[in-house]
């Protein structure tokens, strides 16, 4: 009986034991070091649970070897044992591979199971961390199918966006949409912190806004407040130095002695040199390139009531060049409001406003004349100041000038203030009914000022505006007998852009017998833009200087000021109906159509019809779909069409008048108005349908998320200018020929998007990111009669390198082929016959088979490459551990050709350093002898076009966060530091500046003329969260 007693108690103690009760409390923040209010805390195999406050706190009494699950929307779930602990602290990642996650999709959202169209997304988190000067270099890599190019590497640089493939011969830039606002305000004006994600419409279901979207489109989400969230104060901060990422090998002064004088010889000339030893000379790119300053400052408050949410931020942010500082700078003020309100339990209403303030100073850059061509081409020989200290002059090298001379004397400044505001009424009817009214606006004033003083660059320079050191002013003849002095002047120019946009739609959800679920839009839009454009030139600005540089203060009798000026209005009219269903969470359906009614085209054609079908079978939904390695698989499809209309101004299909009409009256000559430009009205918008067949699956218990497409494009009615019409035939004297639409472009290719997250601990996470695009580009109709459209320039004065044919891609090079060198005179005679041909020339290639090179025309040229990459990469690497993180991002492109346009073909121009390797006789090397004599080396030809190519290391950066015992004391909810560096490194066999080398023109891209490299960053920065 005793025994039996003791076994009990000690049964009974062991159960005491087990249920031995504590509390447990704790903070849920996000990865920012926010509280998560509304969290799910539960003992897990329980109902005993709590939710977190405003504040992220929660409370829970439970046993001590108890586990407690954390659970809340777009998040990872979390499972932490207890293990006798009073205080559990922890960071919920959000779950971005969620098959719930929200995407926009234009005039609504869908979720990422759901969706039946291509769309890629980013969150703004990823942006950050970049700390891109734009958002279009953050966004370069991270969307497969969307590539993004660099027209400039100068602050405040132009990008250009294409979304699968260049499709067009005008405007190919994507439909940008911010918080459901038509934006034209271009990215640039965006600042990268206030971004909460973006998604990118890439197949046709961007019909939704029919004539704006055969481009793409670009949907912007801009960071909002939380209801019941106390005030949540965030401050970012980063400074970094900056420098050349590159530098071109050119001779040093000896060198250039040496070569010059071997090519002098070489024509029969004197050598201009007795003495070859003159040392290194001037390293022209020493001297204009300089380490320079970035730095930005971001202060937002974020929060909300039971009723009400609201964001603040304010941005400032600094830049300047590392060729030119501050004459080469870009500053942005960014403010914004973010502001929602419940005006009754069932009706919101949302405002926002974005205002932006840029101010950018530029320098002549990436065309042949600029501060680095000069650098590139200018005599090592030459000092950059005189005895005197006045600059030198580069004699002899044509148009080639003192680069420093040029810095000092460019003056262009351009201020440009931007406000964006929404106003919206959101009313939801019941349960399945709701309705959007909201009105928005655009508005933009850029006021640019350039003033050319009186200088002096050398004898002969074609940039000089003084005909002597002097700075006596060139004169020009107003009248037979009669001239007048050309003094310095300023130009002054103001452009206004206003664009409204009202939107009324209403929105459908419901679901029957839980098996069906119905989902419908239909709304209307109008929208209207105005532009304005005013300039004037005035002439002989006091004391030359930049300083009293305004029209103003010029001479306002000059004889010489002119003005000028245009405005545009158009307006769009637009109705929308989209439909989706979906059975049983299986097989999903969405069709839209629009109608679109613009005043940008002619009257037979004002009207168009964008319809799209779209659907997808979700395969794990199936019975038969018993698959342990699948946890998620998808199969879509989607067809339809888009317009593009902004590819001609708002009067291109009209008639215009012109004041080149002279006629002679009484035996005077009388200026009147003749026909410009002829008119079409029937000239419509560019049309591109488009097939996508797309496979998204989860796998590895949904830590890896995979979606592959494969695309089909077509752009047709594309727009041109033909000098020969179907309308009217050759046009008369005076005029040109009206715009027409032909011509066809096909974009053909394959994406690959991998994501994996991985939570390993508690303190452990890794993140990868890797996506791949291919993209074959042909142009398969021109208009009739056009064999071809010439564009780009090779050299000073010289020839069309870059073409528009059928059959090949959009602007791809036209030029000879090389086969080496002629390495001795038996060579020559058994070779095609080729004019002038030395010993140590260029080879060229019959391609025509006649045995003579023809150098007059055009029967030996032929496609030598295109500009256009087979594929692009990118590659993003992230991973958290216990309080330390790293990021990293990799870029490539692969398969594109550059042609090198920025060597200066004179006798005393500089040379790059891989003409050391010269021929020199028979075997000597396959690069072209030196010459100043006659030759045909200097022709377009392969021998300057160059593997484009790169891998580059865009971004790496190394954070370090404070534990939360440490700066709950001083009141903070995160700090964190890090080091930060941009461009770092980049692997390619391209002899110039920045591989990543474009052009606004998508016929003439690819030509590099000393382009101004994109900067490599070293940056400090810290993170605040209180």
Partial sequence: MKKTLLIQLLFMLLAVSSYA???????VTDSDGFPIPGVNVLEKGTNNGTVTDVEGNYSLTLPSDAVLTYTYIGFTPQEVPVQNRSTIDITMMEDITALNEVVVVGYGTTTKKELTGAVASVKGENLEKLNAPRIENALQGQFAGVNITSNSGSPGGAQNINIRGASTNGNAAPLVVVDGIIYDGGLSALNPSDIESIDVLKDATAGIYGVQAANGVIMITTKKGEKNQAARVSFDAYYGVQETSNKIDVLNATEYAILKNEAAAAAGDTPPFNNTNLGEGTDWQDEVFETAPIQSYTMSVRGGTSKSTYSIGGTYFDQKGIVGGDKSSFTRYNGRINFST??????TLDNILLYTNEE????????IGSVLFNALNNSPIFDVYDENGNFTYADGIGDVINPIAQMSNTFNESNTNKVTGKLALNWDINDAFSVTGRAAYNYADVKFRGFSPLVYYGAGKAQNTALNADLEPNTTEIAPGTSIPIPNSVTQSESTFFNYNFDAFLNYEE????????KGTAGGSLQGITYKFLTGTAYDVPYNSWEFAYISAADQTNLLNNTGGYQEQTSLLSYFIRGEYGYDEKYLISALFRRDGSSKFGTNTQIGYFPTFSAAWVISEEDFFNNNFFDFMKLRASYGTAGNDRSQSAFAYRGLLNGEGVYPFNDQLVSGRAFGTLANPDLKWESTSQLDIGLDFDILKGDLSVSLDYYVKT?????????VSAISGAYGAGSAPPFINAGEIVNKGFELALNYRKMITDDVRINVNYNLSTNDNEVTALPEGVDFIPSGAFGVGGVNPSRMEVGFPLGYFFGYQTEGVFQNQEEIANAPTQEGAQPGDLRFKD??????????????????????????????????????????????QVGNEILRNYERQTPLANLMSYRIDRWTGEGSSDQPRLTNGPNRNNVISDFYLEDGSYLRLKNIQIGYSLPNRIIENIGFERVRFYVSANNLFTLTDYMGYDPDVNSPNPVAAGIDYGFYPQARTYMFGVNLNF
């Fill in 715 to 723: 752009t047709n009615d594309l727009i041109f200018q033909p000098d």
């Fill in 511 to 518: 679901t029957f017998n839980d098996v069906h679920k119905v």
């Fill in 342 to 347: 419940d005006l009754a339990d069932n009706v």
């Fill in 847 to 892: 391609v025509n088979g006649d045995g003579v090179i023809d150098f007059s025309g055009n029967t030996d040229k032929t496609f030598i490459g295109s500009p256009l990459p087979d594929f692009t990469m990118g590659l993003t690497l992230g991973a958290e551990l216990y309080g330390f993180d790293f990021s990293a991002f990799l870029y490539a």
């Fill in 21 to 27: 009760q504590q509390t447990v409390s704790g903070t």
């Fill in 360 to 367: 950018r100073k530029t320098l002549p850059e990436n065309v």
